[in-house]
């Protein structure tokens, strides 16, 4: 089986324009992110995605492996299916540009998914980290997830899910985090599957898998990382890696 990864990376971003050419301790962010990608030694081979030529430059520079964007992408998925399209290749691993902290012990969980589902029953699998506060659980910027009993995703949401009708009831809530591990042929789905009304209400692209079908596993890590957001998100990553 083979396992990729690729790193989709867009120089622009709604809250923090130029985020992954920010410097974290004398190198780029996205040049941080692709080297822990490769240092998982988890993939067979890890490619940065992307449309900007100074983001391709910065990876180039360090002997790395990009890919150019030939259309615009909507998303992220978008932008790895366009990539992927004629490579030889079994899983394909989405990895977030702004997340430098690379958490291997989760990634080895999703890659373990396409490992115990030989009848590849499994199109997707992606993780989710328990949440309690509810503040983080009201946040419309924290997506959340619900599961069936085999852990396979029923729903995303901006919303809190579930909703509290019974306060006395016990029920867990999950922070979706954005690794995406596909399968080749659910990712080059995606890119020509239209997108659905679910999807564009709520602005989360995991929701047209499921629109259309499509398995998502959802594997529990306690393992929260550090996503840079926003410069306060940066500011605390340089701490960190100090």
Not at 20 to 42: C, F, H, N, W
Request: one cysteine or more; a negative charge.
């Amino acid at each position: 089986m083979k396992v990729i990864s690729m790193i989709p990376a867009r120089y622009q971003a709604s809250r923090f324009p130029a985020k992954l050419m920010q410097d974290l301790s004398g190198k780029p962010v996205i040049v941080r992110t692709y080297e822990a990608a490769i240092s998982t030694g988890l993939f067979d081979e890890v490619y940065v995605v992307t449309d900007s030529p100074v983001i391709s430059e910065a990876i180039s520079e360090v002997g790395g492996s990009v890919i150019m964007s030939k259309k615009k992408h909507e998303s992220g998925s978008d932008r790895i299916a366009e990539a992927v399209e004629d490579m030889d290749v079994d899983i394909v691993i989405n990895v977030q540009g702004d997340e430098p902290f690379i958490d291997k012990v989760s990634l080895e969980k999703v890659i373990q998914v396409f490992k115990n589902d030989p009848d590849k029953e499994i199109d997707l699998a992606s993780l989710m980290t328990p949440i309690t506060d509810w503040d983080e659980i009201s946040n419309p910027n924290t997506v959340k997830v619900i599961v069936d009993n085999q852990s396979c995703a029923l729903y995303f949401s901006r919303s809190p899910i579930p909703y509290p009708r019974d306060m006395d009831v016990k029920a867990p809530y999950y922070k979706h985090k954005g690794i995406y591990a596909f399968r080749k042929k659910a990712l080059l789905d995606f890119q020509q599957l239209p997108m659905l009304p679910l999807e564009a209400k709520e602005k989360i692209e995991a929701i047209r898998f499921l629109e259309y079908g499509k398995k998502i596993k959802m594997v529990e890590t306690h393992i929260t990382g550090i996503e840079i957001d926003t410069p306060e998100d940066l500011e605390n990553a340089r701490r960190v890696w100090k």
